[in-house]
């Protein structure tokens, strides 16, 4: 949450006068409800964003393998040749 709040360069006035405001928009019952919701939303998020980190690296893991096993070839034969 800090990040967040350094990103968009707010000071502690504004930060104060934007809790205020959902306080008085939502309530002090709804914003509790508000912050679970958007944690859950932001952990469905990181979730989706690891597993598609973990498919492109399976998918590339076989590509990196048959790469390392040129290069080994390669090697060999320069040291032949020398």
Do not use: C, W, Y
């Amino acid at each position: 949450m800090a990040q967040v709040i350094l990103f968009l360069n707010l000071g502690g006035s504004e930060v104060v006068l934007i809790l205020f405001v959902m306080l008085l928009l939502f309530g002090s019952k709804g914003i509790p409800n508000i912050a679970r919701t958007l944690g859950k939303g932001i952990r469905e998020f990181k979730d989706a964003t690891n597993n598609i980190q973990k498919d492109i690296q399976q998918s590339t893991g076989n590509i990196t393998q048959q790469i390392n096993e040129h290069i080994q070839e390669v090697k060999k034969e320069v040291e032949k040749e020398s």
